[in-house]
């Protein structure tokens, strides 16, 4: 069998480097990415899943939130993603969203951000580095914690913005410590998991590919006109 063809959307500034980081965990899980952005052909027939991928802050205008606060905003990007995250969900595509792609996700099913999660939850808690340093409780009876299990786990989350109202259909499945939302996902099909961490770059914890191959499988029942979350829940216990 073939390998499920998934969608990556990256900056043009740093997608060099996060799209074979990204791609390297859809192999090693199954699947294969292809490059999209701003710029470059996208189109929903040829792919089984999408992955919204990091970067900057999202357009406050996206979700009715204050201008002037955000800072290194991308409007085409924005643009893109969101339309693309619609579109993928409306076609029952599978969805991933990392780090920013989460907060897009989100803001695509009609939710908010809080554009100063720092001030919100306390500078004190701000971290810079890209090592897993932030422990992030995982909510019982999700599909995270049938992916990546209940247990707590140190990821590498440094966003300054986060999930504040909720989008249409989904839930919370994880926090950190300090009460933030860190990971959000879909209850019903078509499968959708945002996380605000940095998962590609923790390839060597089996908890974080867990991440990636809960998509890749979704991807894969998607192209056999499949129940993803079925197919998910079964191929991860």
């Known amino acids: 069998m073939t390998r499920p063809v998934i969608a990556v959307t990256t900056s043009n500034r740093t997608g060099w480097r996060v799209f074979p980081l990204i791609n390297l965990n ?75 792609g989460s907060q897009m996700l989100n803001v695509a099913l009609g939710g908010t951000l809080d554009q100063d999660a720092w001030t919100t939850y306390g500078t004190n808690r701000k971290i810079t580095t890209i090592l897993p340093k932030r422990e992030v ?16 786990m140190k990821v590498n989350a440094l966003h300054s913005q986060a999930v504040d109202r909720l989008g249409d259909g989904l839930r919370i499945s994880a ?13 019903r099909d078509p499968f959708a998991l945002g996380v605000q961490w940095h998962p590609e770059h923790l390839f ?8 990636f191959r809960a998509l890749v499988t979704a991807a894969r029942a998607y192209r056999m006109d499949r129940n993803q979350t079925r197919a998910m829940r079964t191929e991860m216990v």
């Open 26 to 100: 859809l192999w090693i899980t199954g699947g294969k990415g292809v490059r999209w952005g701003v710029g470059r052909v996208v189109d929903l027939d040829h792919v089984d899943g999408l992955i919204i991928g990091g970067g900057g802050d999202i357009g406050p205008e996206l979700y009715g939130g204050k201008l002037g606060i955000s800072a290194k905003l991308d409007p085409e990007r924005d643009e893109l993603e969101r339309c693309l995250a619609e579109a993928a969900l409306d076609r029952n595509i599978p969805v991933l969203g990392i780090c920013r």
């Open 175 to 187: 926090r950190d410590t300090g009460g933030m939302v860190q990971a959000i996902e879909r209850i």
């Open 204 to 211: 060597y914890a089996h908890r974080q590919r867990a991440i």
């Open 137 to 152: 409780c995982v909510e019982s009876e999700t599909h995270l914690s049938l992916i990546s299990g209940e247990k707590p």
